[in-house]
T-cell receptor, first 119, second 114 residues
Framework: AQKVTQAQTEISVVEKEDVTLDCVYETRDTTYYLFWYKQPPSGELVFLIRRNSFDEQNEISGRYSWNFQKSTSSFNFTITASQVVDSAVYFCALSEARGTTDSWGKLQFGAGTQVVVTP | GAGVSQSPRYKVAKRGQDVALRCDPISGHVSLFWYQQALGQGPEFLTY????????KSGLPSDRFFAERPEGSVSTLKIQRTQQEDSAVYLC????????????FGPGTRLTVL
């Protein structure tokens, strides 16, 4: 079963518009990590953020912000005032705790959302 | 090197050929991961090493896939008797210690099986 769902396949915006990418995850664990990665046309995935399941504080980094809501199992990502350089595929991913030792499960990625920003 | 490197960047193989894909992780990174990314999909986990130990190979799709990291640094992903369905981008990533940390990805090897 898909653990991470990114329902939006592609979002097209005009430069300077805001864009929000949805991510819904599924887990029975109380301890887990959520991630966002960016994959530009060059292909190399770039880490954006990691969030522990016990930290529900929203985070802002420049034009990027993240909204983590455990009640709805969502970890949404907003790009404010989008720029052409933001054009990429964005992946949400989940890593669940495994066992009682400091052991973690593999990264499970969603299918990704293609963001196209036009001038 | 400064980042994760992979070679070759592109590989074309005839069906039935064996291929070997190389990954050089960031120096000092304990964990190394291999992923397979089909066109238009997210990366799918293949296998995970902590130093030279292969701790998880649950994602390897068949016994034609084999990975090793004999000295705990460079890793090789080998695919025997390649099939068309093996065509994908193979991504390598490393992290300082474990799976739930930031993983640094290489540029990938695009494998095309004819």
């Amino acid at each position: 079963a898909q653990k991470v769902t990114q329902a939006q396949t592609e979002i097209s915006v005009v430069e300077k518009e805001d864009v929000t990418l949805d991510c819904v995850y599924e887990t029975r664990d109380t301890t887990y990590y959520l991630f966002w990665y960016k994959q530009p046309p060059s292909g190399e995935l770039v880490f954006l953020i990691r969030r522990n399941s016990f930290d529900e504080q929203n985070e802002i980094s420049g034009r990027y912000s993240w909204n983590f809501q455990k009640s709805t199992s969502s970890f949404n990502f907003t790009i404010t005032a989008s720029q052409v350089v933001d054009s990429a595929v964005y992946f949400c991913a989940l890593s669940e705790a495994r066992g009682t030792t400091d052991s973690w499960g593999k990264l499970q990625f969603g299918a990704g959302t293609q963001v196209v920003v036009t001038p | 090197g400064a980042g994760v490197s992979q070679s070759p960047r592109y590989k074309v193989a005839k069906r039935g050929q064996d291929v070997a894909l190389r990954c050089d992780p960031i120096s000092g990174h304990v964990s190394l991961f291999w992923y397979q990314q089909a066109l238009g999909q997210g990366p799918e986990f293949l296998t995970y090493f902590q130093n030279e130990a292969q701790l998880d190979k649950s994602g390897l799709p068949s016994d034609r896939f084999f990975a090793e990291r004999p000295e705990g640094s460079v890793s090789t992903l080998k695919i025997q008797r390649t099939q068309q369905e093996d065509s994908a981008v193979y991504l390598c990533a490393s992290s300082f210690f474990h799976e739930a940390e930031e993983q640094f990805f290489g540029p990938g090897t695009r494998l095309t099986v004819l």
